[in-house]
């Protein structure tokens, strides 16, 4: 199968809508006028080089930041500031508080949020860290689990709330290759059973294959949409494939602009594969 450019459709309400979305950081440039859906189920990720404005795309959707122009909305309403719909993991494995059990970290958004009740959070708490793999590790401290333990609290914690969308910035960067792909195997389980939306950003080519469904491609600094592409057929088991390397070389010349198809800049596109039948642009 091959990697298809998505072309314009309509008609089904995406879940986030980013339009026009330009980003600075006092009078700096970091993205311009990037226009993008990510429809519920999607699995999309923002791909591009080092500094083109995927974390910056990322912050604005989780509402951290505030567009210079443009906008970004969920369910049709603009994003005016971080809520609980909206689930960040970061790369970073300091983002669970130190001095909390992984019980307690996975419970304190749902009790800081008044979602439900001491009892109840600590039920979900426990279901969702034996989701993750850490069943037994429920009263460890942070600093006694490895990276990737870490990375699977901080999903388990995300996941409790219930999120419309979960918010990844390179979450499995910071670990080795075995763990990174081991990571990149758990998420894709989780998604097969819990279909959540995801908007995942990366800098590696082959994580935007296995983990998307969808891949918006950023230019080089500020950030511009390339193109966007269908990648749903790709996973772990087809990485390493003929036609995964091809994919590879073929979203490379994309993003460095070698390929002349990179010139077609296209503006917001696509609903998710099943959605619609007439596809696109092969490549
Ligand atoms: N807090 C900030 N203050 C000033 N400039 C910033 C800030 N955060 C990001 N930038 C700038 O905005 C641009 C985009 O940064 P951003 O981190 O969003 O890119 P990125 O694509 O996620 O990069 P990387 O893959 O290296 O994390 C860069 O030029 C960066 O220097």
């Not at 189920?41 to 995927?54: A, H, I």
């Amino acid at each position: 199968m091959s990697l298809q450019i998505v072309s314009p459709t309509g008609g089904i309400q995406p879940l986030l809508r980013a339009e026009g979305v330009s980003l600075e950081y006092g009078g700096t440039r970091a993205t311009h006028d990037v226009s993008f859906d990510v429809y519920r189920g999607d699995r999309f990720v923002l791909l591009g080089p080092s500094g083109c404005g995927k974390s910056s795309l990322l912050k604005a959707a989780a509402g951290f930041i505030k567009p210079a122009s443009g906008s970004i909305a969920i369910n049709g309403a603009e994003v005016r500031g971080p809520g609980p719909d909206r689930i960040v993991v970061f790369q970073e494995f300091d983002q669970l508080p130190p001095w909390k059990t992984v019980k307690e970290n996975v419970m304190f958004p749902l009790l800081m949020t008044k979602r439900v009740s001491r009892h109840e959070a600590a039920e979900r708490a426990m279901h969702w860290i034996a989701k993750v793999g850490l069943g037994g590790f429920e009263d460890a401290h942070p600093h006694t689990l490895s990276g990737g333990m870490k990375q699977r609290v901080a999903i388990a914690r995300a996941l409790a709330m219930q999120p419309e969308m979960l918010l990844m910035d390179e979450p499995f960067a910071a670990l080795d290759a075995l763990t990174r792909r081991k990571m990149q195997e758990e998420l894709g389980r989780l998604w097969e059973e819990l279909r959540f939306t995801l908007l995942f950003v990366t800098h590696s080519i082959e994580e935007a294959l296995v983990v998307g469904n969808r891949i918006l491609l950023l230019s080089p600094h500020p950030g511009q949409v390339r193109a966007e592409l269908n990648s749903h057929q790709f996973d772990l088991v087809s990485a390493g494939s003929a036609e995964f390397q091809a994919a590879t070389q073929r979203i490379h010349g994309l993003l460095f602009g070698t390929d002349p198809a990179a010139r077609c800049t296209l503006g917001r596109t696509g609903v998710p594969p099943g959605l619609r039948r007439d596809g696109g642009v092969a490549l």
